[in-house]
């Protein structure tokens, strides 16, 4: 079965600029996570989504947001970007109820210039 | 917040030997996983760990979950090119929530 997708891979932008990225499940996952990945603070929890509804959340400024649509498919979105904001953004489903871990996908790479 | 402390930080070995490395935390956790990220791509689960004191094997991996709840370690035996990485221990408190990861452990392998 297809693992979890992202889009786009790579992605540039200006500081300042909003960023959308978008996050596919594997097929029958509920839970949906996104972290950001960088060199000095490693990987960090952003939030988690399930049914549509925020779960948890990490502690990350406002400009940071996400949502859940009814297939499961889910979104975040990083407002008045800024060159801190460079990172690999990692997104993670599971089945919950029991579900082993996380599968991750292969990320965005957002870098801010 | 809480942390884990993943040692080493990075690893030069041979082929063919043995690699450790550990997970510490100040918390008790539920779950212990073990994770390894190849460059370019998101973290692969290698091994989960549910109870105190359980040893898991898969191949030549074996992870052991600390009787306190707070440790967990995970072993490569003969090490080969392909286990070239950065290996990840992720704690889960309860069955819903989110991973605290450590910082990695960056193995590089001389043929």
């Known amino acids: 079965k297809a693992g979890v997708t992202q889009t786009p891979r790579y992605l540039i932008k200006t500081r300042g600029q909003q960023v959308t990225l978008s996050c596919s499940p594997i097929s029958g996952h509920r839970s949906v996570s996104w972290y950001q990945q960088t060199p000095g603070q490693g990987l960090q929890f952003l939030f988690e989504?399930?049914?549509?509804?925020?779960?948890n959340k990490g502690n990350f400024p406002g400009r940071f947001s996400g949502r859940q649509f009814s297939n499961s498919r889910s979104e975040m979105n990083v407002s008045t970007l800024e060159l801190g904001d460079s990172a690999l953004y990692l997104c993670?489903?599971?089945?919950?109820?029991?579900?082993?871990?996380?599968?991750f996908g292969s990320g965005t790479r957002l870098t801010v210039v | 917040g809480q942390q884990l402390n993943q040692s080493p930080q990075s690893m030069f070995i041979q082929e063919g030997e043995d690699v450790s490395m550990n997970c510490t935390s100040s918390s008790i956790f539920n779950t212990w996983l073990w994770y390894k990220q190849d460059p370019g791509e998101g973290p692969v689960l290698l091994i989960a760990l549910y109870k105190a004191g359980e040893l898991t094997s898969n191949g030549r991996l074996t992870a052991q979950f600390g009787i306190t709840r707070k440790d967990s370690f995970l072993n490569i035996s003969a090490s080969i090119p392909s286990d070239v990485g950065i290996y990840f221990c992720a704690g889960q408190e309860g069955s819903q929530g989110n991973l605290i990861f450590g910082k990695g452990t960056k193995l590089s392998v001389k043929p």
């Open positions: 989504y399930f049914s549509e509804t925020q779960r």
């Open positions: 993670a489903s599971r089945r919950d109820r029991g579900g082993i871990g996380y599968t």
